[in-house]
Every structure is written in C-alpha cells, then in structure tokens.
C-alpha cells in the first residue's frame, strides 16, 4: 500500500523532549520530509534527510532514519509551546506522499 | 523569499453555487498542486499541474476542476459547491513532481451551506 503511518496525537510537557514518529512504505523513497503545521495555517518544511543518512540534526531537530524497518522519526529537544502544532512526515520518490500528521500538545 | 499566497483565508458559499479558488506562486516553480485537509484524514490530492495547461486528476477529483492558464497561477474550481466540499483548501508548488519539497499556501477555508 501508499500509507505512511504516523500516530495522531501527542502530549509532552513543556521542557521535555517530543518524539514523534512514522512508518513509511517505500524503501527507495529518495527524500524522507517533515513538515509542521500551525493552527490556521498552510504547511511549512521543517527540515528533511536523504534516504542515504541515518540522522540529521538541526538545533533542537534531530531526524533518525531507519531504513530497515522504514521507520522515521523526529525528536523536539526542550519541547517549547510554540511548538504546539500538527507534523506531517513525507516520503518521496516519484511523487509526495503525507502521513495524516501528528497533533503534537504541549502540556504546562 | 518563497511565496505561495491564495485569494482567500475564509470562505462561505451557498450549496450550488460555483467556488473559484486562486493560488499564486512567485518561484517560477512547473508543479502546482491543490489538497483538501479534513480532521482524521491528512492531505488528500484533488488535482495536479506539471505545466501551463496541463492537468492531473489526483485522488478525490471528483466533484472539482482546474484551470492551469498562466505558470504562476493554479485555479481550483467546485462547479457546484456542495456540503461534503467544506473544508480547508491547501495549494502548494515545487519545482519538480515529487522528488523536491512542496511550498504551501496558507489555506482557504471553505464553508458550504
């Protein structure tokens, strides 16, 4: 199938790490996204990796890619309220495909 | 800077009638896409541009169509708004079909009664 799988919802309090994962099914998927979207808004590009890389870090981001159980994830450090939001993850080859996103609520 | 905008935040229509949404993107960008995103059920393609009128049924078409006349701008069009079309509208671009990021629009929400 053409679903990339990622759970719905996630709380974590402010402070704490957010891990947010996702399956996807192509395993020569080019690109591997993350996109973030605010309430009321469109989706904004967070950050990406290669399906050549195992990890990419990015100031609090860290993508880790596992490419043998097609498994992507991405981690939050000091997880703040402004990063209350909805993240989609996406895979890539021949065209995009988004996972249903994951509703990340911060706790206080 | 990167910029998609779409001619409206808010929309409310009357069941029938015919909805014309707008996107424009200043990248020069081929590819041009149209979403529709409901609670529990992520981003589902309506329709796809790879170029100046030229069209692509994504996988909900029904009910929609596109018009594709300049490079920059991508028209979505409900010939006759029904209820079940309520909801938010994304339009994005990239410059090439899939193997690039997509550059979203801030949305229009749609509502029909």
């Known amino acids: 199938g053409e679903d990339v799988e990622q759970s719905l919802f996630l709380s974590v309090r402010e402070g704490d790490s957010s891990v947010i994962n996702c399956t996807y099914t192509?395993?020569?998927?080019?690109?591997l996204y993350w996109y973030k979207q605010e309430p009321g808004a469109g989706l904004q590009l967070l950050t990406y990796?290669?399906?050549?890389?195992d990890m990419k870090q990015d100031q609090r981001l860290t993508v880790l890619l596992n490419k043998k159980d097609k498994h992507l994830s991405l981690r939050i450090a000091d997880t703040q309220t402004g990063d209350s939001a909805i993240y989609f993850c996406?895979?890539?080859?021949?065209?995009?495909?988004f996972g249903k996103g994951t509703r990340l609520h911060i706790l206080p | 800077d990167v910029k998609v905008t779409q001619s409206s935040r808010y929309l409310v229509k009357r069941t029938g009638e015919k909805v014309f949404l707008e996107c424009v993107q200043d990248m020069d960008h081929e590819n041009m896409f149209w979403y529709r995103q409901d609670p529990g059920l992520g981003l589902r393609l309506i329709y796809f541009?790879?170029?100046?009128?030229?069209?692509e049924k994504g996988d909900i078409p029904e009910g929609y169509s596109v018009s594709r006349e300049k490079k920059e701008r991508f028209s979505l069009i409900l010939e006759s708004a029904s209820t079940n079309q309520t909801s938010m509208y994304l339009c994005?671009?990239?410059?090439?079909?899939?193997?690039?990021?997509?550059?979203f629009g801030p949305g229009t929400r749609l509502t029909v009664t």
């Open positions: 994005a671009s990239s410059s090439s079909p899939g193997r690039t990021e997509q550059y």
């Open positions: 192509d395993s020569s998927s080019t690109y």
């Open positions: 996406a895979e890539t080859k021949d065209k995009i495909i």
């Open positions: 990796i290669f399906s050549n890389m």
């Open positions: 541009s790879y170029d100046v009128k030229m069209k």
